[in-house]
């Protein structure tokens, strides 16, 4: 705890890192303190039989060590790591942090964690800029802050264990576990009767209404493949009831099964309206968001989830 | 869902695949060239291992080449285990005809080979690679050659890039080696600073030390066996003169003196070390005169595992216990070590070589340099009594012994007929054939069957005069043999047989006369063997002459040299300066590779053209287009297009040449194109972005 206080002083989160001698530690690996008792070994070995050539080679090994700290220490040191603000996905799910690293010239054996999560291991880092993933994963939904990020290599022969814990104060955001609802369970819900019309109409062509220059964003589905393929460019399909359709998603609708289990199903539908391109509102009870699409509407909606109260 | 997710649970599946649970694994080209490198540490001791030893690690290194060909085949626990098992049986049973130091070193080279069968963790691996080195190190133990020296120093790079190998599995092994070649390098002036200053610490403990077989001179010698010992061309010792060096047929080497005599075999009589430690010959060595000019000289002996070494007579005792080895000096004008010599020993002498051999001669020592057996060599014996009294002046009768060596029909010759019955008489009056036991063995027993006292000594004759370094080379062949009589008032007298019959032999050394006989047949890669040839032979004498300074400053450094050197570089001895010095020299290390490294990560800009495509991201960025971390160039070109369509072609070759230079794999060739390619859409597309301005500029007066 003192230690983690410390580190706060010594490295403040920011955005953006660079690996300097002052945010880097070099210890010796369990390797290294073999190594060195080896060497004391050797040059016992020398001493005891007055041989100079196995004295010299004992002496050779000690440089070595100091030679490779010193080689560990630039294979970490002038690298810039910058990452995002946040990232987002789903519980027991790998979350993947973009990671921004650039190093001025060729580096190996990086290896990246946040505390207690999976690592990733980088075995060679080029000159120039690179983005890595570095995974989360939570178990429930939620806001979280995955802490400081370890980074390490053993470098050059396993001597030393170069690392730092550097925090770039980002967030997580977990939304829930997304569980398909069975049909059964949709038709019990309630929330599908009542827009039984969509349900319908949706796949209807009779209700196609206009074609409109694709938005980046909309889903692939509904681009008009035949006008692209003619030549006409990216255009989307817009179907005449999703306009004033009102569908809502509400936690109320959902089985009967603890809050929990309930989110869990509304991300799925959350999802699965998203991706056919319809038009809905989310009803959690106090929280409400109004019906409409696209990426933002998505996310939000998503949030909302993540965040409603346990 | 969305193309974003999926992108990204892509990589998550990778991730996942590169460190799921630890396994260790060695890239299948590391795990070759470990073999490789397993193979070359052993190899260093094949002369060191007995047969069954090197038939087994043989097994285990097929049977790890074999998991290396083919990865499916694992080998069951249990036949480690059984082969473990039956190794150390083996060893055991044969400890006690090994001795201690070669037990442990074949259970070391076992050890070696069988952890390469089960490579199953990372302590495994770190276990094999320090294994690898202890047996560099103990190769050490039996040779400290300038040759071996810098076989294990290189073998040491290939054992360390093994090890770097495994953390950068991405490099070409070629590059590795470079790498670990130039971090050795890096370490060596470190290393070389403690190997002067660090101080010098006497042995904790007993070990045990090689027992090889011993070479050069034997202890004893019977005239009738044939010389094998004058066809070696193997280094006996160096010697560097402080002052000048003396005539050639001035260096005898006294080794040891055999007075024993048995009818066959001459041998050092028994008593030899006893008598040493007696006050009564302390006495007399002390108090031996020493007269005429003192000749210095350093001897750098070869490992002979025997306890006599090389010195001109008379010795002076006072120089003896300055040196490193604990040195003895022998009534019999010899001197030898405390210990047998296992490796290479320097130690310096001085030598009158012009006082006397003349300390009072014991009864007991009379009688015995007298004794014959009773009944041997007849006929000898009876010449002698005919030659005392024609001659009864002892030194005239010599002489006349050696007049009968020259005038008769006697020949030198390095491999005489074997000799049977009384051999001394059948060589004298029947082979004639003989090199210098024979001629000495001859004289000493007639001198000794006319009533002088005499005995043979053995030793060396001679040496090769280096003229770069200055030192003289005595190797195997100079091997030699002659006579001492005890004359009165003058003392023990040399005489060398060998001279009346082959004079080339003492004032020139064997060599010539071997090349006749064509002797060193037994190694054709033998530099000796090629003397005639001059360059061969300068080049032989150089590299003689740059094992002679690295046996002399690196093998002769002891803790007597590196006081008085740092005494004299500093002044009076102080722990504080060489802690000083030690720290000087880690700094200046350290310094030197921090702006190395330094240098490397600041002089070396971004290539040209991912430097360019960062400046156009940039000017986009200022018109709100930035490119996400994770976004592909391609979508990101395709973004850039929907928004400002005027761009597009330009702009998608740039990407397109951009693309192909950050991921594929080109040719110099293509490079070059591709590259002033990119450059020229460079140009375009940051002027239509600059017309982009102007437009935006107008249209917002607009």
């Not at chain 1, 999703?242 to 991300?267: R, S």
């Amino acid at each position: 705890m003192r230690f983690n206080r410390w580190l706060k002083r010594r490295i403040p989160p920011a955005s953006m890192h660079k690996l300097t001698n002052r945010n880097i530690f070099i210890m010796p690996s369990r390797f290294g303190f073999v190594y060195l008792i080896f060497v004391i070994l050797l040059f016992l070995l020398a001493t005891n039989y007055q041989n100079n050539i196995i004295m010299l080679l004992s002496y050779l090994m000690a440089s070595v060590f100091i030679t490779t700290m010193m080689h560990s220490f630039f294979n970490v040191s002038a690298i810039e790591l910058s990452a995002d603000k946040t990232a987002a996905g789903y519980a027991k799910k790998n979350i993947c942090f973009p990671i921004k690293i650039s190093s001025p010239n060729k580096r190996l054996d990086l290896h990246f964690r946040f505390d207690d999560q999976e690592a990733f291991h980088l075995p060679e880092c080029d000159q120039g800029e690179q983005t890595i993933y570095v995974s989360c994963r939570y178990e429930e939904r939620g806001i979280y802050y995955p802490g400081r990020l370890k980074v390490w290599s053993e470098y050059s022969l396993g001597l030393f264990i170069t690392w730092t814990r550097i925090d770039f104060g980002n967030q997580c955001n977990v939304y829930p576990e997304a569980i398909p609802l069975n049909i059964s369970q949709r038709d019990f819900s309630g929330a599908i009767k009542e827009n039984a019309s969509v349900e319908n109409n949706k796949l209807g062509i009779d209700d196609f209404f206009e074609l409109k220059t694709h938005i980046s964003g909309e889903p692939l589905s509904r681009i008009a493949w035949k006008q692209f393929a003619r030549g006409q460019g990216r255009l989307t399909k817009h179907y005449h009831e999703q306009q004033g359709a009102n569908c809502w998603l509400k936690i109320t609708d959902m089985p009967n099964q603890g809050v929990e289990k309930q989110l869990q199903y509304l991300c799925f539908l959350v999802n699965e309206y998203h991706h056919l391109g319809q038009i809905f509102g989310l009803d959690l009870g106090q929280d409400k968001i109004p019906p409409s699409q696209g990426e933002h509407h998505f996310k939000q909606c998503l949030m909302a989830l993540a965040i409603y109260p346990k | 869902m969305f193309n974003g997710v999926s992108h990204l649970s892509e990589i998550t599946l990778m991730t996942k695949k590169s460190l799921s649970p630890e396994r260790f694994s060695l890239s299948p080209q590391n795990s070759w060239v470990l073999l490789l490198c397993q193979c070359l540490n052993l190899s260093l001791l094949i002369s060191e291992l007995s047969a069954w030893m090197l038939a087994i690690i043989s097994l285990c290194l097929c049977g790890r080449a074999l998991m290396l060909i083919k990865p499916a085949l694992e080998l069951h626990r249990i036949i480690i285990l059984l082969l473990a098992c039956s190794g150390c049986l083996a060893i055991a049973a044969s400890g006690r005809e090994l001795g201690v130091l070669l037990s442990m070193l074949h259970l070391l080279c076992f050890a070696y080979s069988l952890k390469g069968l089960e490579l199953n963790s990372r302590k495994d691996f770190y276990q094999i690679i320090l294994l690898g080195i202890f047996i560099l190190a103990s190769v050490l133990i039996f040779s400290q050659s300038l040759f071996i020296s810098f076989l294990v120093i290189g073998l040491l790079v290939l054992n360390f890039t093994v090890l770097l190998a495994y953390f950068s599995p991405t490099q070409s092994i070629k590059k590795t080696m470079i790498k670990s070649a130039k971090a050795v390098m890096q370490s060596f002036p470190l290393a070389i600073v403690l190997f002067i200053v660090f101080p010098r610490l006497s042995p904790f403990w007993q070990v045990p030390s090689a027992k090889s077989a011993q070479t050069g001179l034997s202890e004893s010698v019977t005239p009738g066996d044939i010389a094998n010992l004058a066809r070696s061309s193997e280094l006996a010792f160096r010697v560097k003169f402080t002052n000048d060096i003396p005539q050639y047929n001035q260096l005898y080497w006294r080794a040891m003196v055999m007075d024993d005599f048995d009818g066959r075999t001459w041998q050092q009589s028994k008593n030899i070390r006893l008598k040493s430690t007696d006050n009564a010959t302390k006495i007399t060595l002390d108090t031996r005169k020493l007269v005429g000019p003192q000749t210095r000289y350093q001897v750098i002996a070869e490992p002979s595992y025997q306890r006599w070494l090389f010195s001109l007579a008379v010795v002076d005792p006072k120089s003896l216990p300055a040196n490193q080895v604990n040195l003895l000096a022998l009534p019999n004008y010899t001197i030898e070590s405390s210990k047998p010599i296992s490796q290479t020993t320097s130690y310096q002498v001085t030598s009158y070589t012009e006082t006397l051999l003349n300390s009072s001669l014991s009864d007991s020592e009379r009688l015995k340099n007298l004794l014959i057996p009773i009944g041997s060599n007849p006929k000898l014996q009876a010449q002698a009594k005919k030659l005392k009294l024609a001659y009864p002046d002892e030194m005239q009768r010599a002489q006349s012994i050696l007049d009968i060596i020259r005038e008769e029909n006697f020949y030198y010759t390095l491999t005489p007929p074997l000799l049977s019955g009384d051999e001394l008489d059948h060589f004298f009056y029947q082979t004639k054939k003989g090199f210098c036991v024979h001629y000495a063995s001859v004289f000493t027993f007639m001198m000794r069957s006319s009533g002088v006292p005499a005995r043979l000594v053995a030793g060396y004759l001679g040496g090769e005069y280096n003229e770069q370094s200055g030192h003289l080379s005595i190797y195997q062949y100079d091997a030699h043999a002659w006579a001492e009589i005890w004359i009165d008032n003058q003392g023990w007298v040399r005489v060398d047989p060998t001279s009346a019959v082959n004079p080339e032999r003492i004032e020139s050394g064997l060599s010539q006369s071997l090349q006749q006989e064509g002797l060193f047949n037994d190694d054709l890669l033998n530099l000796h063997r090629y003397k005639h040839l001059a360059w061969v032979n300068t080049l032989r004498l150089q590299l003689d002459s740059l094992d002679y300074q690295w046996a002399r400053l690196v093998l002769g450094y002891s803790s007597k040299i590196q006081y008085d050197l740092l005494t004299q570089w500093f002044g009076n001895f102080r722990a504080w300066k060489i802690g000083a010095i030690i720290g000087g020299a880690l700094a200046l290390m350290m310094l030197i590779i921090w702006l190395v490294n330094f240098k490397k990560s600041k002089n070396k800009p971004l290539s040209k053209w991912l430097s360019q495509y960062q400046q156009i991201i940039a000017i986009l960025k200022t018109k709100g287009l930035d490119k996400p971390m994770n976004m592909p160039a391609r979508q990101y070109s395709d973004l850039v297009i929907q928004r400002y369509p005027s761009l597009g072609v330009s702009f998608i070759a740039y990407t397109q040449c951009f693309e192909a230079l950050m991921y594929q794999t080109l040719t110099n060739e293509d490079k070059e194109q591709r590259l002033s390619e990119m450059t020229q859409y460079h140009k375009q597309v940051k002027a239509q972005l600059k017309k982009l301005k102007g437009k935006e500029h107008n249209s917002s007066i607009d």
